[in-house]
């Protein structure tokens, strides 16, 4: 590794800026209206059991190719297998992650005018209409587009900053914080009538009402909310010490997701069933939902601010992580500053972004394949694009990256003893790519 490259300044610095990276629309926004149009309990033992046994292994294997090569993604192929195709992989990723930020960044945009418009309380009050409130948001050209704008400026700031000024010092002051008032949120949902029916939707497993679709989904979902797949964390732990457990470091991020969908989930369905709602609704389930649940608190319009921001920050540490492989892999050389580059790449995002920003509004007759922008571009990142960047990872981990470093980065500093070893190389050279393969090929329709 390059002791000149800047490093993460602590174990916990990294765990929470991995894992903010991993939490965020994808275990709070996307998770439960997934989960809510696949049956709920069953996708839920699915998501977790593919979390485990697919997305752990993957998030092991690009922790370990990134601090083993000390580079970020497009540089740390080139570095483990010269001359090859093999640094397409970290290519792809950086397409993946351009892609799925034009389109993250336009939730991140609703978020950021939600949680503007709740400071002054604008949201809650006796003669809101949450689903018209919603529709109006992501319906208006100017708001969506002003919101995916200023999504992104924060961003490029942050970014601009670096590793440990920038990235790590908002995951470590937010990430404990929105965990503390999800609890708060969790608590309030349970305590409304009519509660249990949807914590049973949610935890009582009803296999009947999954088809392959919901399989697809659930695998696409753990890639999704793990940020694996398009070697972000290859970059992230480029800056990662020697002295760090890798297994263990993901295993806490893991733990972590899931727990943080659990709680999604807690939060969300009770309020669903207790309000009449429809549990498959969309997208635009959390932010119908979560007024309505602090509109039923003391100090309703108080928590609302302040679990939108949480919830802004959240999305704002996965989000990092995407501008960040764009941004590593035009500065590595050290030939170009790393503030001109954020600068550049998020206008360019920016501008990616705008088809899907008015995806509800000027552009909702233009679809492709039967889908808005916004829909095609999250279909193809997280159902094509995801499990052939993650199929790849699998294969060079385990066929082309030299054996004994592999070996060596999974060991350090963890204690682990030689069977784990065993078992990750097991299920990354069996269970991860054969899982993939047929899932994936179920998604093209091959059979």
Request: hydrophobic residues 55%; glycine residues 10%.
């Amino acid at each position: 590794m390059d002791t000149n490259r800047e490093q993460w300044s602590s174990k916990i610095g990294f765990i929470l800026s991995t894992a903010g990276a991993a939490i965020g629309l994808g275990a709070i926004w996307k998770f439960p209206y997934v989960t809510g149009m696949n049956g709920g309990g069953a996708f839920f033992i699915i998501f977790v059991a593919f979390t485990v046994l697919i997305g752990l292994p993957l998030l092991v294997s690009e922790l370990i190719i990134g601090r083993g090569a000390g580079k970020e993604a497009v540089t740390a192929y080139k570095v483990l297998a010269p001359r090859s195709f093999w640094p397409w992989i970290g290519r792809l990723g950086i397409i993946g992650c351009f892609l799925l930020l034009s389109f993250y960044s336009v939730v991140g945009g609703w978020v950021l005018t939600y949680s503007g418009m709740s400071i002054p309380g604008m949201i809650i009050g006796d003669s809101s209409n949450y689903p018209e409130m919603f529709g109006l948001v992501t319906g208006s050209p100017l708001i969506t587009i002003i919101g995916l704008g200023l999504f992104l400026l924060i961003n490029i700031i942050v970014v601009s900053f670096g590793i440990q000024k920038g990235i790590e010092q908002a995951s470590k002051v937010l990430m404990p914080l929105l965990f503390i008032f999800f609890i708060i949120l969790v608590v309030r949902s349970l305590t409304l009538e009519g509660a249990m029916e949807g914590v049973r939707f949610f935890l009582q497993p009803d296999f009947s009402s999954i088809t392959g679709e919901g399989v697809l989904y659930a695998l696409g979902q753990s890639f999704f909310s793990l940020a694996v797949g398009f070697s972000c964390m290859v970059t992230y732990s480029s800056y990662l010490n020697k002295n760090v457990s890798i297994p263990s470091s993901a295993g806490t991020v893991v733990g972590m997701n899931i727990f943080v969908s659990l709680l999604a989930g807690l939060a969300i369905f009770p309020v669903v069933f207790s309000f009449g709602l429809e549990p498959a609704e969309g997208p635009g389930l959390l932010f119908i939902v979560l007024p309505s649940v602090f509109a039923q608190m003391p100090l309703g319009e108080v928590f609302l601010s302040l679990f939108l921001l949480l919830f802004l920050f959240a999305t704002l540490t996965s989000s990092f992580s995407l501008l960040e492989i764009i941004v590593s892999a035009f500065t590595e050389s050290g030939k170009r500053a790393r503030k001109p580059v954020a600068v550049i790449a998020g206008i360019v995002v920016f501008m990616a972004g705008i088809p899907a920003a008015l995806s509800s509004s000027l552009l909702s007759d233009f679809q492709l394949f039967g889908l808005t922008v916004f829909d095609a571009t999250d279909y193809l990142v997280s159902n094509i694009l995801l499990p052939i960047g993650s199929l790849l990872i699998a294969l060079f981990i385990i066929h082309r990256m030299d054996k004994k470093l592999v070996e060596e980065e999974f060991m350090l500093s963890n204690g682990i003893s030689s069977p784990w070893f065993t078992v990750w190389k097991n299920l990354m050279r069996w269970a991860v790519p054969i899982t993939i393969i047929v899932v994936f090929l179920s998604t093209i329709g091959f059979y």
